[in-house]
């Protein structure tokens, strides 16, 4: 995993970082791109995340925070479990476009949570999206609901850093494998997202629509086959590749398809694929 901050600083070392990362020197923008900046992510104590909806929710709906299953505050998820309705009063920084903290958002539910076939967890907050964008002149990030596309550029945009990586999607991973976890048809980055611990989290933006496709969640640190801080890729034949260097992410098109009316979670909505308890 791109590691909780704690479990990072060995990480933080051989990446030649000092204790305060600048922020991503600002990139031309490209033809029909929108600007990617840090409005709407936030910071967690060890990991990042973003304030995001999806396409049918309404600004009345509580706000949800989109973060990895392995940044959940009690401990990661052992694989096969989920965890739905878990209360939580975790809170979040929340940024503006300049990476500026101008809130601390609370939730009070892990809505969803797991590390099994993906790697995420959903919290719902105490607040709205309509008094979040009242408040503080804030706009939610919005989940897109199809799946991504190879060769997609991409920013992978860390709130606990206030950091920004600029990469492409390289492909995807049939299975990727690290530790006693495995993780369905993962996004696999370009080698100029070289993210580190801390990262955790973040929301993978699509540079062309600004929408959320996916949730960076690990790479290979040390060249090692399938374990902790090394996945693996596994293809439909068993084959395993190592890749030294790379860093993933878990595609978020398939969540939208199990929240309702009122951002309320069903997993037995149609078309919902996500894992059940």
Known sequence: MNKPLLAALSSLAIAGLGATPAVAAPQAKAAGAVTVNFAGT?????CSGSVIRFPNSADTDPALVLTNGHCLETGFPAPGQVITGQSSSRSFGL???????????RANQVVYSTMTDTDVTIYRTTTTYAAIRSSYGISPLTMQDTH?????????VSGYWKRIYSCN??????????????????????SACNTIGGTSGSPVIDTATGKVVAVNNTGNEDGQRCTENNPCEVDQSGNVTVRQGINYAEETYNIPACFTTGNKLNLSASGCTLPKP
């Open 169 to 190: 999607i390289d492909g995807f991973v049939y299975r990727l494998k690290e530790g006693d976890w495995t993780w369905k048809d993962s996004v696999r980055y370009t």
């Open 148 to 156: 991504p596309v190879a060769g997609t550029a991409i920013k992978v």
């Open 42 to 46: 936030v910071s967690l104590s060890n």
């Open 95 to 105: 940024l503006n476009s300049s990476g500026s903290k101008v809130a601390t958002l």
